[in-house]
């Protein structure tokens, strides 16, 4: 036998011993052959490590031909060495299916006579690589090192991980749940090796020349480490693996605390400038040190839910998309209000990114502005996208405004002359006529989808368009009434609450 800790099924199959036959797959007797263990289940592989010879009497082998083509599939994808059948007890016709898989992927069959004892073999095994488990222990402790590293701070993620490429013998990636970068400075899975990827879970640590195993964040599941054995190197086994993945795991509690020490901070300097308590030094001063940018217009957002039915906050998707962009930000969450403070240019990309949200943004402001307007502003343009059902809105990017006065009275007097007595009969009925042709109209008169954006039944829509007609005194069918009624509508948006009269009593 092979000193090197190392036994392959070669090995086995020339050891005088055991007396084992070869019966298929001869171009597979190289494989590294890591323990023996008997299993009569047709699916073991949830239960393995890879580098198994699996011993059997033949009751796990099933005997229609797609089963046991399936059968040796499996045990070969799961990263098992070889399959040793008893003679002459329960095994069936081994059928031309699985002879082909086993020619085809080149995963040995062999035979082990009656008088030799499973014992014997994996015996024979567990003397040959005794020599490995002093190298996999101290591959081990040397990988607990890495939780030093982490707590003296002084390496990156990158470092730490090349490090402990070296010290397992896999090359190394990780992935969120959705295949995107988990841990800066750490690849994700090459395209090829994508597939490797669980899409379920849990699911069988060992894939085809190596692990993969999850990775928890801080609020569960985060996603995988993926290893794979490097060539030339002796691979430390899975125990290494689940500690470099519970190494990850540190490292992502470690980023999400840093996270919300600087969103804490982030949050206490946006409360300030929202009251108007800093002065324009102080301003500029921690914008600089959040990573902004000196002289680059800012834009203020509001962020809530997609839904105005659903309740659950959605402050996580939101850190989580400006966190991913890497773009400078401020957040901070006000009762039912979550503001959002980012550079104009990066506005509508970064929030865009954010899961199930709807977002108002104000006009660009420059740094050293009050935040009284763009917070009006922002609230404006979120309550506006959440009438017509839209993930986003900016104040001021209704084209129709062009055609409107700057003069508040001008404005009022249009909204009292054509909405006045639908703005009264909503006033006295607790009626919604106003804003429900306000979202018809936004949505272009497409009624079923002004109604989904309602969360009302189109015939209730239409009925309250109908309405909106009769006490108007205006068809929605003429052109000109339907101008002077979209511009109306907009002369009672064209500005946040407050900002002109109420004469039109909308």
Not at 124 to 138: H, I, P, Y
Not at 252 to 273: F, K, N, P
Not at 370 to 397: I, K, N, Q
Request: proline share 8%; with cysteine.
């Amino acid at each position: 036998m092979p000193g090197s800790g190392v036994i392959t099924v070669e090995d086995l199959l020339r050891s005088p011993a055991l007396q084992l036959r070869l019966v298929a797959g001869e171009p597979g007797i190289s494989r590294r052959v890591a323990w023996a263990h008997v299993s009569e289940l047709e699916d073991p592989t949830p239960w393995l490590c890879g580098s198994e010879m699996i011993m059997t009497t033949g009751m796990a082998i099933p005997r229609s031909p797609a089963r046991q083509r399936a059968y040796l599939e499996r045990l070969d994808d799961a990263g098992v060495a070889c399959l040793a059948v008893s003679e002459g007890m329960f095994v069936p016709p081994l059928t031309r299916a699985l002879r082909t898989a086993v020619a085809e992927r080149g995963f040995p069959v062999v035979e082990v006579p009656i008088p030799v004892p499973f014992i014997a073999i994996s015996q024979e095994v567990a003397a040959a690589t005794q020599g490995d488990v002093g190298a996999r222990l101290n591959a081990q402790l040397r990988v607990f090192g890495a939780v030093q590293w982490l707590a003296a701070g002084r390496l990156s993620a990158r470092e730490i991980f090349g490090r402990l490429e070296r010290l397992s013998g896999y090359s190394l990636y990780a992935c969120t749940l959705q295949g995107a970068p988990l841990l800066d400075g750490v690849p994700v899975p090459l395209p090829e090796h994508m597939d490797l990827i669980p899409r379920t879970q849990p699911s069988p640590p060992t894939v085809p020349g190596g692990y993969v195993l999850p990775v928890t964040g801080p609020r569960g599941p985060a996603g995988y480490i993926l290893a794979l054995e490097s060539p030339d190197a002796a691979p430390a086994g899975v125990s290494v693996v689940q500690h470099i993945a519970t190494v990850a795991a540190l490292q992502l509690s470690m980023v999400a605390h840093d996270r919300e020490i600087l969103r804490r901070q982030g949050a206490e300097t946006l409360a300030e400038m929202l009251q108007g308590a800093l002065d324009r030094a102080t301003v500029a001063r921690r914008l600089a040190g959040s990573g902004f940018v000196a002289d680059k217009a800012l834009c203020l957002a509001v962020v809530g839910p997609a839904s105005v039915r659903r309740d659950a906050p959605c402050d996580d998707n939101v850190a989580e998309a400006l966190a991913g962009s890497g773009a400078p930000h401020l957040m901070l969450r006000q009762g039912d209000e979550l503001f959002v403070l980012v550079h104009d240019d990066k506005a509508a990309q970064v929030l865009s990114g954010a899961q199930d949200v709807t977002v108002g943004m104000s006009r660009p402001f420059p740094a050293d502005a009050p935040l009284t307007a763009p917070r009006r502003e922002a609230e404006w343009a979120h309550s506006r996208a959440v009438e017509a059902g839209r993930p986003a809105m900016t104040y001021g990017s209704d084209p129709t405004q062009k055609w409107l006065t700057g003069v508040p009275a001008d404005l009022d007097a249009l909204a009292a002359e054509v909405l006045g007595s639908v703005a009264r009969y909503d006033a006295a009925h607790a009626g919604e006529l106003l804003p429900s042709v306000r979202v018809w109209l936004e949505h272009d008169r497409h009624t079923e989808h002004a109604a989904r954006a309602l969360h009302i039944h189109p015939n209730t829509l239409r009925y309250r368009v109908q309405r909106f007609e009769e006490i108007s005194g205006r068809r929605l069918s003429s052109t000109a009434s339907l101008a002077e009624v979209w511009l109306a509508l907009r002369a009672t948006a064209d500005a946040p609450a407050g900002q002109h009269g109420g004469g039109a009593d909308v």
